[in-house]
Nanobody, 126 residues
Framework: QVQLVESGGGSVQAGGSLTLSCAASGYVNRISTMGWFRQAPGKEREGVASMARNGVRTVYHDSVKGRFTISRDVAKNTAFLQMNSLQSEDTATYFC???????????????????WGQGTQVTVSL
């Protein structure tokens, strides 16, 4: 069992920045890929970014390319999502997820992500 806890959400004006953190505990050696997802009210959960354990296989949603950066500190079992140039469309609850399979990324079905955090709210105002 892997537990994930997100932090770093908050309210920011458009154009601002936030950094989300995701701390993993439990059977962390089973984690291969970590990802960030978001869900806005009335919308489906969508993938934002994912990164394999080796840091090579990184995938971003088209809407955040060039603005968001995912990173991992494997030694500290923590993943980060640096969000710059935030837009009102980025307002959502952001979730951290972990997968055991190396090939997992945000384009794969959600059921492949075996652990989820409780989410952290990000609100971007104009």
């Amino acid at each position: 069992q892997v537990q994930l806890v997100e932090s770093g959400g908050g309210s920011v004006q458009a154009g601002g920045s936030l950094t989300l953190s995701c701390a993993a505990s439990g059977y962390v050696n089973r984690i291969s890929t970590m990802g960030w997802f978001r869900q806005a009210p009335g919308k489906e959960r969508e993938g934002v970014a994912s990164m394999a354990r080796n840091g090579v296989r990184t995938v971003y949603h088209d809407s955040v390319k060039g603005r968001f950066t995912i990173s991992r500190d494997v030694a500290k079992n923590t993943a980060f999502l640096q969000m710059n140039s935030l837009q009102s469309e980025d307002t959502a609850t952001y979730f951290c997820a972990a997968a055991q399979l190396t090939y997992m990324n945000i384009c794969q079905p959600l059921k492949g992500w075996v652990s989820w955090g409780q989410g952290t709210q990000v609100t971007v105002s104009l």
